[in-house]
């Protein structure tokens, strides 16, 4: 039995995929494509990878799902996630030895951009408050970046140099210790067709005693984000607030979380107002009124309950990061 598998999750990745098989190829390892029902031609390029098994889902699972299906279909101590549009630089053993030690559940490594620059901000993040959700809602960590709530949230006293003890890894470059992810379920599949998902799970394993390491030796270049733009702008942002808004339903206080559904309304009409003085028309009216139904939605009923979940739900089918 291997020690390592590599499960790598694609919709619609066909410019992507090639590189990021090939950064893997010389690994000791067990390496699985999940397709979720691409359209274009990534099932054909997953095939030319004589390394590479193949599952191609005839329906877009998400990523959690997909995610789930693939980790557990290997038959080895560690799964790594890896993005299609992310590729294996160096320091897998790195990553190995950081995971493999006792207690840990979860380590991740070094992001960066293609000019060598670390992912600062995004390759580790504390876990969010109900502050820092709500500020992400209203665009305050967007117009205000140095605001000392979004500086901790998203680690800018990080040494991108320094192996740490952290709390969220990127899921776009995460290596798991199969056992743990067992014991906890694997990402919880409700998160689709993608976000929230990975904090979600590295937010239980902390809780369950585990810790969670980052090892900056192992490096992975990523671009960011390349299925997620293919999306168009509505269906993107209810997603995106959807699990937001299911991320604090599960994990905060009741009080809190309505906080944030307020935080989110009022967010979303910030934004729409701003985009028809901007671009002088009502596009913004119709991604965001969905917004805005949902999170009013939840105010009412909860997260569970809203009846506009049901559209997300069947909206999902579509695509994902």
Known sequence: ????????ITHNSESEIGPCLDSV?????????????????????VRRAPHAVLLANPWNRGFAAAANQGIDLLECDHALLLNPDAELVEGM???????????????????IDGNGRPQSGFMVRRFPTPMALALEALGVNRLWKSNPVNRRYRCQDLDPDSAAEVEQPAGAFLLVRRQVWRELGGF???????????????RRARLAGYSIRYEPAAVARHAGGRSVRRLPAKTREVFWYGN??????????????????VAVVLGSILRTV?????????GEVRVYGRVI???????????DRPASLSAVAAAGRHGFR
Do not use: Q
Request: hydrophobic letters at 50%; glycine letters at 8%.
């Open 1 to 8: 039995m291997k020690r390592l598998g590599v499960v790598i």
């Open 93 to 111: 053993d790195a990553l190995l030895a950081a995971c493999s030690a006792h207690g840990v559940a979860a380590a991740g490594g070094r992001l």
């Open 274 to 282: 701003w985009g028809i003085i901007r671009f002088g028309s009502l």
């Open 293 to 303: 139904c949902l999170a009013g939605s939840c105010l009412v009923r909860g997260y």
């Open 244 to 261: 937001l808004l299911r991320y604090a339903a599960k994990h905060f206080t009741h009080l809190a979380f309505l906080s944030v559904c």
């Open 188 to 202: 919880d599949e409700r998160f689709r067709p993608a976000w929230f998902e990975d904090v979600d799970f590295c």
């Open 25 to 45: 190829r010389n690994l000791d390892a067990e390496t699985l494509v999940i397709d979720n029902a691409s359209t274009d031609g990534t099932i054909r390029e």
